[in-house]
């Protein structure tokens, strides 16, 4: 029997990857992209943690079932930690990964090689009901580019270059990807808890 999981996110990116990083344990991953009926969260929170909880909580309680939410975004040192939390609203609320992408590379267009540096980070948190909520954390290291590179992945992956590997996010392919990223070195650490209580 397939074992199901759902993962409160309408972002369909995010939902590509949770479903390959699952398929090989033998997990279903449903989104709410394909549960129409469960209304966004409004992401209040003023950290990944605190929003990533929000979110899982939230649509836990309305499921009445375990329920796991990313809160993932950018941050840039020569931006001070930006776009961070506001990472898929920094252009605006119409969440648009290109106006998002061309906003970065405007504000970082005097800022040279070396003071280009940035990480992802990705805080999920799993929810349900009689457990307390708990959450993990990854991040993944890399340089903000001065052009798009790639098509493969979403959001601000085709700028964030990942020196170990001398390509952008959006050059691997998804395996390569999982490897390396946030929400890999995320997923990895909430491993055990997910076989115990899926
Ligand atoms: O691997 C990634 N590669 C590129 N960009 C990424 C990645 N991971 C997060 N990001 C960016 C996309 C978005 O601008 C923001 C997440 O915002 P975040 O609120 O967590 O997600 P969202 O609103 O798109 O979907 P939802 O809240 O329904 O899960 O960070
Ligand atoms: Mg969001």
Avoid: W
């Avoid at 930006?82 to 609203?89: E, F, H, I, M, T």
């Avoid at 605006?92 to 998002?100: F, H, Q, T, V, Y």
């Avoid at 992956?157 to 995320?186: C, N, W, Y």
Wanted: net charge negative; with cysteine.
């Amino acid at each position: 029997m397939t074992k199901r999981v759902i993962i409160a996110t309408k972002n369909r990116g995010k939902a590509k990857e949770f479903q390959h990083m699952f398929a090989p344990y033998g997990y279903e991953v449903q989104t709410l992209l394909d549960l129409p009926h469960i209304e966004d969260v409004e992401e209040t929170g003023v950290t990944f943690e605190e929003n990533a909880i929000l979110k899982a909580e939230t649509v836990a309680r309305e499921l009445g079932e375990l329920v796991i939410a990313d809160d993932s975004g950018l941050a840039i040192d020569a931006l001070e930690g930006r776009p961070g939390v506001y990472s898929a609203r920094y252009a605006g609320e119409e969440k648009s990964d290109e106006a998002n992408m061309t906003k970065v590379l405007e504000e970082l267009e005097s800022v040279e090689e070396s003071d280009r540096t940035a990480r992802f980070h990705c805080v999920l948190a799993i929810a349900g009901p009689d457990m307390e909520t708990k959450t993990v954390t990854g991040s993944c290291e890399g340089m903000i580019l001065r052009e798009k590179r790639g098509t493969n992945g979403f959001g601000y992956d085709p700028i964030f270059f990942v020196p170990s590997l001398g390509k952008t996010m959006a050059e691997l392919t998804q395996d390569e990807k999982s490897q390396i990223s946030h929400r890999g070195h995320a997923l990895e650490k909430l491993g055990n808890m997910i076989s115990d209580l899926v």
